[in-house]
């Protein structure tokens, strides 16, 4: 019978959780079995202690999903550590992973090392990158929340408060998945989105004379996005965009 879960690995469940669709795990998951092996642990143990995460998550909660009913005190402190600190959490989670796969995060992702600092500087901006990324492509089940594509090479994680400067730029809630046209637009504050989840459109965009631009934005206007399974697109970052981007 294997020990217990260590700190370690209970980190490593909740990059994995925030990784996959939590709809989607399951045993046969590609990605679980992946990081099992790599733990040592079975695809049904890891699935379980991801499913005991999602009991965590008070977004599934609202919507009816509990997650598993039993867990441990280790999951709850590892979730209230960093949940809303998911610089730390994208860093310390890949470093264990590097590490069990006996490697260093350098090896991973700086393939011209910099000089000094600028090395692990460098590190973390990749290995954040990438957290946010494959968290928030989860979070939509690989889908852009107004068109539906679902070509994950076709797909962005989009920042509404803007990644620089930012210190939400790794919080999937501070992500939308968008296709490339639609990031763009976003970023750029000709559309944003209200309190409801619903698409405003700029005005300068409705009133544009571009008619090419009708089926890409004009009749998304007022439409509600595709919401996401977890990490919903917050209020607050939303609110930012709004006010300091969004070109009224």
């Given at each position: 019978?294997?020990?217990?879960?260590?700190?370690?690995?209970?980190?490593?469940?909740?990059?994995?959780?925030?990784?996959?669709?939590?709809?989607?795990?399951?045993?046969?998951?590609?990605?679980?079995?992946?990081?099992?092996?790599?733990?040592?642990?079975?695809?049904?143990?890891?699935?379980?202690?991801?499913?005991?995460?999602?009991?965590?998550?008070?977004?599934?909660?609202?919507?009816?999903?509990?997650?598993?009913?039993?867990?441990?005190?280790?999951?709850?402190?590892?979730?209230?550590?960093?949940?809303?600190?998911?610089?730390?959490?994208?860093?310390?989670?890949?470093?264990?992973?590097?590490?069990?796969?006996?490697?260093?995060?350098?090896?991973?992702?700086?393939?011209?090392?910099?000089?000094?600092?600028?090395?692990?500087?460098?590190?973390?901006?990749?290995?954040?990158?990438?957290?946010?990324?494959?968290?928030?492509?989860?979070?939509?089940?690989?889908?852009?929340?107004?068109?539906?594509?679902?070509?994950?090479?076709?797909?962005?994680?989009?920042?509404?408060?803007?990644?620089?400067?930012?210190?939400e730029r790794t919080?999937?809630?501070?992500?939308?998945?968008?296709?490339?046209?639609?990031?763009?637009?976003?970023?750029?504050?000709?559309?944003?989105?209200?309190?409801?989840?619903?698409?405003?459109?700029?005005?300068?965009?409705?009133?544009?004379?571009?008619?090419?631009?009708?089926?890409?934005?004009?009749?998304?206007?007022?439409?509600?996005?595709?919401?996401?399974?977890?990490?919903?697109?917050?209020?607050?970052?939303?609110?930012?965009?709004r006010t300091n981007?969004?070109?009224?």
């Amino acid at each position: 019978m294997r020990n217990n879960w260590t700190r370690e690995e209970t980190i490593v469940a909740f990059n994995v959780y925030c990784k996959i669709p939590f709809k989607n795990s399951s045993k046969n998951h590609p990605e679980v079995i992946k990081y099992a092996n790599l733990l040592g642990r079975t695809p049904s143990a890891l699935n379980m202690k991801i499913g005991n995460l999602g009991r965590l998550d008070p977004e599934l909660k609202k919507r009816g999903i509990t997650g598993l009913v039993n867990g441990s005190k280790l999951e709850e402190d590892i979730w209230d550590e960093f949940n809303g600190n998911w610089d730390e959490l994208a860093f310390e989670s890949e470093r264990i992973i590097a590490n069990l796969q006996g490697q260093e995060l350098d090896e991973f992702y700086i393939k011209e090392y910099p000089k000094g600092k600028e090395i692990e500087r460098s590190i973390r901006v990749r290995v954040n990158q990438s957290f946010f990324r494959n968290s928030v492509l989860s979070a939509y089940n690989n889908e852009c929340c107004i068109t539906g594509i679902n070509i994950p090479q076709l797909l962005v994680a989009s920042h509404i408060i803007p990644w620089k400067n930012n210190i939400e730029r790794t919080n999937p809630k501070n992500g939308l998945c968008l296709n490339p046209f639609h990031d763009k637009a976003f970023d750029r504050g000709f559309f944003t989105i209200n309190e409801d989840y619903r698409i405003t459109v700029s005005n300068k965009i409705l009133h544009s004379k571009n008619f090419g631009i009708s089926d890409y934005l004009i009749k998304t206007h007022n439409r509600h996005i595709l919401l996401p399974d977890k990490f919903f697109p917050s209020q607050e970052f939303l609110e930012f965009h709004r006010t300091n981007i969004f070109q009224k």
